[in-house]
């Protein structure tokens, strides 16, 4: 740095490492501008939640909750997140909500502060059968220093199997029964689990992270009805807000109220990020609106493409379920660990198309598996129909069944991608494109 007529001048290679960072973020908003962002677990916000996270509100702190605060200069926070519980308590219809947590790994981290302590037993879907990483011994389980058991799984339902989950249940009695994962392709069967894990008093935990939007809009399951004490999610995923997490509970109970929130804080959460939550806000009265054609449609979507999949010649899982549920579908593409879904993944994005590699049944190498995730979340988010599903599996064909060169694939996602460039579902009369950097 240097002085130059009174003011500091930045030095050249310090400017260039900047604009390093500025150009990749561009290019990386070229690629999905450009592409079919399919990842399951990514979706995007609408412009004015756009404009939210990139507030002032980004560099505040508000600990604490509404009216009871550690610092000053919070009372229009506190408007904000007052009406974010009010709406979360609405849209999700549970009688308490606590939205400052930063994401779902966080909430989930903090039900757990809640609901057991270290050492105490917990059951959850493993891994390999599609369990998320935070309910592992690698993730929260283990941060938590629980005892975890898994459930048998169907692997023609792609669930628990709920006679083997119903007497793991009631042989090892678990302080807290998990339910919930990160590949969820139905709604998982709660009632009965519910049922089985309250005879022997444990909590009932629902991870909703990727289906919480589904939820929301009354197209999946509703877990706090079907048994659930406390339900965790992502704010980011078929719920199209930005990166956060929601801590939900089914309890009247104001002793349960006050252990969640201070689970979150002071348990996990200083300072909680309040441009995301502000952002979350306008999120909530965004799906109030239109939530629930955006539930229905992502399923749609998600049923069409899965059965353009299967006509195309693709091993789609879950047939004699109609594929899916949820807003994901599931594709084999060559052995067991034979990283036949790490190599599609790597020619599909080639062609523009995003996606992940991911474990399926049998499949016991996380960076080697045979599979891919998909979700038309995203695609639906931009006004894509039951015909463009069709589009885009041929698309998939073209690249993987019918060996062509990706580069000239592209060009063809490119076109189909220009004519769905405005994000829908969401306040947005000025037709903003959803792609802005």
């Known amino acids: 740095m240097s002085r130059d007529n009174g003011s500091w001048r930045p030095s050249d290679s310090t400017v260039s490492k900047a604009k390093k960072v500025l150009d990749a973020t561009a290019?990386?908003?070229?690629?999905?501008?450009?592409?079919?962002?399919?990842?399951?677990?990514?979706?995007?916000?609408?412009?004015?939640?756009?404009?939210?996270?990139?507030?002032?509100?980004?560099?505040?702190?508000?600990?604490?909750?509404?009216g009871r605060r550690y610092y000053q200069g919070c009372d229009d926070f506190d408007t904000i997140e007052s009406l974010g519980i009010d709406l979360a308590k609405s849209?999700?219809?549970?009688?308490?909500?606590?939205?400052q947590s930063t994401s779902g790994t966080v909430s989930n981290i903090a039900a757990l502060k809640a609901l057991a302590k270290?050492?105490?037993?917990?059951?959850?879907?493993?891994?390999?059968?599609?369990?998320?990483?935070?309910?592992?011994?690698?993730?929260?389980?283990?941060?938590?220093?629980?005892d975890l058991s898994t459930y048998p799984w169907d692997e023609d339902r792609m669930e628990p199997d709920i006679d083997g989950a119903c007497a793991l249940?009631?042989?090892?009695?678990?302080?807290?029964?998990?339910?919930?994962?990160?590949?969820?392709?139905?709604?998982?069967?709660?009632?009965?689990?519910?049922?089985?894990?309250?005879?022997?008093?444990?909590?009932?935990?629902?991870?909703?992270?990727?289906?919480?939007?589904?939820?929301?809009?009354?197209?999946f399951q509703d877990p706090l009805r079907e048994g659930a004490d406390v339900m965790t999610g992502s704010?980011?995923?078929?719920?199209?807000?930005?990166?956060?997490?929601?801590?939900?509970?089914?309890?009247?109970?104001?002793?349960?109220?006050?252990?969640?929130?201070?689970?979150?804080?002071?348990?996990v959460c200083s300072s909680y990020h309040l441009h995301h939550v502000a952002g979350k806000v306008v999120a909530l009265a965004e799906f109030e609106e239109y939530g629930q054609s955006y539930a229905e449609n992502i399923v749609k979507n998600a049923q069409s493409f899965a059965q353009a999949l299967a006509a195309e010649g693709f091993d789609v899982l879950a047939e004699s379920r109609n594929y899916t549920a949820s807003h994901q579908v599931l594709t084999r593409h060559g052995e067991?660990?034979?990283?036949?879904?790490?190599?599609?993944?790597?020619?599909?994005?080639?062609?523009?198309?995003?996606?992940?590699?991911?474990?399926?049944?049998?499949?016991?190498?996380?960076?080697?598996?045979?599979?891919?995730?998909?979700?038309?979340?995203?695609l639906t988010r931009v006004g894509m129909g039951a015909n463009e599903m069709q589009e885009v599996a041929s698309?998939?064909?073209?690249?993987?069944?019918?060996?062509?060169?990706?580069s000239s694939v592209k060009e063809d996602v490119r076109n189909l991608k220009s004519d769905f460039q405005i994000i829908r579902y969401c306040f947005n009369e000025s037709n903003q494109s959803g792609y802005p950097l």
């Open 169 to 219: 249940i009631r042989e090892i009695q678990p302080k807290v029964s998990l339910i919930g994962q990160s590949v969820f392709l139905f709604p998982t069967p709660l009632r009965e689990i519910a049922d089985a894990a309250h005879e022997v008093g444990s909590t009932v935990m629902y991870d909703g992270a990727h289906v919480l939007g589904l939820i929301a809009g009354g197209v």
């Open 91 to 99: 849209v999700f219809n549970a009688p308490f909500a606590n939205i």
């Open 235 to 267: 704010s980011h995923k078929t719920f199209p807000g930005p990166q956060g997490g929601f801590l939900l509970s089914s309890s009247e109970d104001e002793k349960m109220h006050k252990r969640l929130n201070n689970a979150i804080f002071p348990g």
């Open 395 to 406: 698309l998939y064909a073209r690249v993987l069944l019918k060996n062509e060169n990706p």
């Open 118 to 146: 270290p050492g105490d037993k917990i059951t959850a879907v493993s891994t390999a059968d599609g369990g998320h990483i935070s309910h592992a011994r690698m993730g929260a389980v283990g941060l938590r220093d629980l």
């Open 27 to 66: 290019s990386s908003g070229e690629l999905y501008r450009n592409g079919l962002g399919m990842i399951a677990s990514e979706n995007i916000v609408s412009p004015m939640v756009q404009k939210i996270v990139a507030s002032d509100l980004h560099g505040r702190y508000a600990e604490g909750l509404p």
């Open 336 to 378: 067991t660990d034979s990283g036949a879904g790490a190599k599609a993944a790597d020619l599909l994005e080639q062609a523009g198309i995003i996606t992940n590699m991911n474990m399926l049944p049998g499949d016991t190498k996380a960076l080697s598996p045979s599979g891919l995730r998909l979700g038309v979340q995203e």
